[in-house]
């Protein structure tokens, strides 16, 4: 292409890169010009420049978390907010990352193709998968439901989403930082059973009780500090458990299977015996 680009040439430049994602390199070796004469067009043309996350995963619905409207949606959020974390200080790349163990793959696997995503789940070579989503959007999304760096200690319970995605919301929640457990322990005669929620800012977890005291009618518990910047709370009691269990698992299509396995020895003990004591005659023992 000659020195001199003229008009007609500078528009078929900027409609080539507006057919889809692509680097400013790219349109240099296809037009055969100058990288500078490239940029230099969009910007004369004002063209938005695509970023890395349309670059690397074109695909990507960066969207996904502007409205929490699915089950899916409330649900990853819900984990993210417990095993996820986001980067966005000046310098690094905005990005947003989700790690679980490795028995539970599956579940990155679905997050990845509800966004449409082309990141590998990745193992860490520890017991734990992760994915890494490159996404400003997605990340300034998560913004409004409490979710930025350092969140740890900080998080807040999400009230800005519709009340019937609560169930699936606290599902995420229990899935990432809570804990389901059915044991049997020496000299007591029934299994030790409870549904456990940690924290850091203990504010998250009375705004929890309270979503559950609302939504499912489970007893009003006291929160515990079990060390510096770590707050839980645990229902124990037979009538709040199976209120929590039933409303968290009614009709749900995600979930960690292993705590959901517990769940349904939970409630199948409950329904079975109620406050009567028993011989436990299951060895199985479990805390998830």
């Not at 907010?81 to 579940?107: F, M, W």
């Amino acid at each position: 292409m000659p020195k001199h680009i003229t008009r007609e040439q500078k528009e078929e430049i900027v409609k080539y890169y507006k057919t889809k994602p692509m680097t400013q390199d790219e349109v240099a070796q296809k037009f055969k010009i100058s990288l500078p004469s490239v940029i230099k067009i969009l910007k004369e043309y004002k063209v938005k420049i695509y970023n890395k996350a349309q670059l690397f995963s074109p695909n990507l619905n960066e969207h996904y978390f502007d409205i929490i409207d699915t089950e899916e949606k409330a649900y990853f959020l819900g984990l993210i907010i417990t095993d996820g974390c986001v980067h966005n200080t000046k310098g690094r790349q905005p990005l947003v990352a989700l790690t679980l163990q490795e028995s539970d793959k599956y579940i990155l696997e679905r997050f990845k193709n509800a966004i449409c995503s082309n990141k590998t789940v990745t193992n860490d070579g520890r017991g734990c998968v992760n994915i890494n989503i490159l996404s400003r959007t997605m990340v300034n999304s998560l913004k409004k439901y409490g979710i930025d760096e350092r969140k740890s200690l900080h998080t807040i319970f999400p009230k800005n989403i519709p009340q019937e995605l609560y169930p699936h919301l606290i599902r995420g929640i229990l899935d990432g930082d809570g804990s389901v457990s059915f044991y049997a322990r020496r000299g007591r005669k029934c299994h030790v059973k409870a549904v456990r929620f940690c924290q850091g800012n203990e504010q998250f977890l009375k705004d929890l009780i309270d979503c559950l005291y609302d939504n499912c009618g489970a007893n009003k518990i006291n929160t515990y500090q079990e060390k510096e910047n770590l707050w839980s709370i645990a229902y124990r009691k037979d009538d709040s458990m199976m209120k929590i269990i039933q409303f968290l698992y009614k009709d749900a299509t995600i979930y960690l299977t292993r705590k959901k396995h517990l769940c349904d020895l939970i409630c199948n003990e409950i329904i079975k015996y109620g406050n009567t004591e028993i011989t436990i005659e299951s060895k199985e023992s479990m805390v998830l």
